[in-house]
């Protein structure tokens, strides 16, 4: 078994401008006091019409969110208190960068309150409304992908933030992840390398996902393939999705070669149906798929699959989160923890 690995790299990116948004900032640009926001935000009954859609609009404007501890603590004191988002923690694969960060955090005796999304839209953005109110120490995210109000807030805010498994060039405030992208382009020439040709995708419907599989597809047409299909399954993928997605696959693209899966639950999935149907795994169909959990190598066969070092990932940002609260200087932004492709049985040629 090789690990074929891809460059880590880390890139700077100047400390964010954007100052605290505050009660006396939407005042201004409502062309009304400071009382009058508050009297607005809470008893609205007692404000004109006109005057609470000015606040309500202003608000909107600037993402400004109320400090729910406004009344018992002090603006410059620490609720050694950090938030995370997570899409689910019913799946295992962010499991290692939590513990990772819970740990981190706790040495210097911060705790951790966890939110999950679910992988619904919109969710995120009620979480930050409770979150950011609550003014923690710092806020993790999973991801980039972030409506334009919920991202607005979080700029405004003014509190810590790190974007986590993915990464961009122009992150909120500091960001720890790995390119999605390459990631599908990595595991299209890997199995390219292996002399599998027809290639198919079973991907959950999330954002990330979805990316994976677009940059995989697009390496494919790069190599003069023939246009991968893929069949799509609930996020987050479970063995059963798994097992649905390659039985649909075998209906309608029979001669497939190579499967990539978005998670190694669905390639579990996969598997255990493609013994259910007598298709050869890795004789008839190379698979790969995506985390490396801890049962991967211990399936028959050992199941390929792309790493991601989940533990340097929540490492990284619990000590972003850590020294911007205590002030410290931040040479480096985004930080790009690479992956690794593992080859096992399940992709041997």
């Known amino acids: 078994m090789a690990d074929i690995k891809f460059t880590l790299k880390s890139s700077s990116r100047s400390a964010r401008a954007a100052p605290t948004v505050t009660a006396h900032d939407v005042a201004r640009v409502a062309g009304v006091s400071a009382i009058t926001v508050s009297r607005a935000l809470n008893t609205p009954h007692q404000v004109a019409a006109e005057t609470l859609l000015r606040v309500q609009a202003a608000?909107?404007?600037?993402?400004?969110?109320?400090?729910?501890l406004a009344k018992s603590l002090n603006a410059n004191t620490s609720t050694r208190l950090v938030a995370a988002v997570v899409p689910t923690i019913s799946g295992p694969i962010f499991a290692a960068s939590m513990q990772a960060l819970t740990k981190a955090l706790a040495a210097e005796r911060y705790q951790l309150m966890l939110g999950?999304?679910?992988?619904?839209?919109?969710?995120?953005?009620?979480?930050?409304?409770?979150?950011i109110g609550r003014r923690p120490d710092g806020i993790v995210l999973t991801g980039v992908m972030h409506s334009?109000?919920?991202?607005?807030?979080?700029?405004?805010?003014?509190?810590?933030?790190?974007?986590?498994?993915?990464?961009?060039?122009?992150?909120?405030?500091?960001?720890?992840?790995?390119?999605?992208?390459?990631?599908?382009?990595?595991?299209?020439?890997?199995?390219?390398?292996?002399?599998?040709?027809?290639?198919?995708?079973?991907?959950?419907?999330?954002?990330?996902?979805?990316?994976?599989?677009?940059?995989?597809?697009?390496?494919a047409r790069s190599l003069g393939l023939p246009e991968v299909p893929v069949v799509f399954a609930d996020a987050p993928g479970t063995l059963a999705g798994g097992r649905a997605c390659f039985s649909t696959l075998m209906t309608l693209h029979p001669d497939t070669d190579a499967v990539f899966c978005s998670s190694d639950m669905l390639a579990l999935g996969a598997i255990t149906e493609a013994q259910a149907l007598s298709v050869s795994i890795p004789g008839r169909i190379a698979m790969v798929g995506f985390g490396d959990l801890d049962f991967a190598r211990s399936l028959h066969p050992a199941l390929s699959s792309v790493r991601v070092d989940g533990d340097a990932i929540g490492g990284q940002a619990a000590r972003f989160i850590i020294d911007a609260a205590q002030g410290k200087p931040i040479a480096e932004r985004v930080v790009d923890v690479g992956f690794s492709v593992v080859d096992r049985d399940s992709s041997a040629c």
């Not at 999950?116 to 979150?131: S, V």
Request: aromatic fraction near 8%; include cysteine; charged fraction near 30%.
């Open 59 to 68: 608000i909107a404007q600037t993402g400004y969110v109320p400090n729910l």
């Open 116 to 131: 999950q999304t679910f992988y619904e839209a919109g969710r995120e953005d009620d979480l930050l409304d409770a979150i």
């Open 148 to 219: 334009v109000l919920g991202r607005r807030r979080l700029q405004a805010a003014g509190i810590p933030v790190v974007e986590t498994w993915d990464l961009t060039d122009d992150p909120i405030d500091m960001v720890v992840g790995f390119s999605h992208e390459k990631v599908g382009a990595a595991v299209c020439e890997f199995l390219h390398q292996k002399g599998r040709r027809r290639f198919a995708v079973i991907a959950a419907r999330d954002v990330r996902a979805e990316r994976r599989t677009a940059a995989f597809q697009a390496h």
